[in-house]
């Protein structure tokens, strides 16, 4: 068994910067939070990411300012808590559950979270800056992504996208 290297919060601040984007640490209301730089199709933009202390077991959540992203549901961003619906919390969950039945290590699977936050953020963000782009009201229904709540559970589970 390899030897725990810290907390899921600094296994996954150190995993962020080794992936060639910035980040540093920031109080909010007396909680850390990350903020770092991911890329997208407009460019790069600084994203929060908080709730790390457990991201090894559901994902943390990420927001980010800009102007022109779309804060609406239908856009993958949860309006009431600020946060942007990036993955699904049953994927996640599943994902990393299987990763610690098979022993492995939490720094290797701190890798696998962060690389799955930039990619799954960059191609949301790239989605955000299309939309601002083009003047897209709704989400594309080309652009593949689950549904919301039961459905896109079950969409999950039967290894489908939501249907346009």
């Given at each position: 068994?390899?030897?725990?290297s ?15 984007v ?31 202390d457990?991201a ?8 980010c ?26 994927e ?32 949301v ?8 782009e083009y ?5 594309h ?15 999950y ?8």
């Open positions: 068994m390899v030897k725990d810290g907390s899921d919060f600094s296994r996954f601040f150190r995993h962020f910067l080794t992936m060639e910035s980040g540093r640490m920031v109080p909010f209301m007396g909680e850390e939070r990350m903020l770092g730089i991911i890329p997208h199709a407009g460019g790069a933009s600084m994203v929060e990411i908080w709730e790390l457990h090894l077991f559901s994902p943390p959540a990420v927001n300012r800009m102007p022109w992203v779309n804060r609406q549901v239908s856009w993958h961003y949860q309006v009431f808590n600020f946060r942007f619906c990036w993955v699904m919390q049953r996640w969950s599943d994902w990393f559950a299987n990763l610690r039945s098979q022993g492995t290590p939490a720094d290797v699977m701190a890798m696998d979270a962060t690389a799955w936050l930039v990619g799954a953020m960059s191609y963000l790239s989605r955000h800056w299309t939309g601002y003047g897209l009201v709704d989400w229904p080309e652009w593949q992504d689950y549904s919301h709540g039961h459905d896109g559970v079950r969409e589970l039967k290894g489908t996208y939501r249907k346009p």
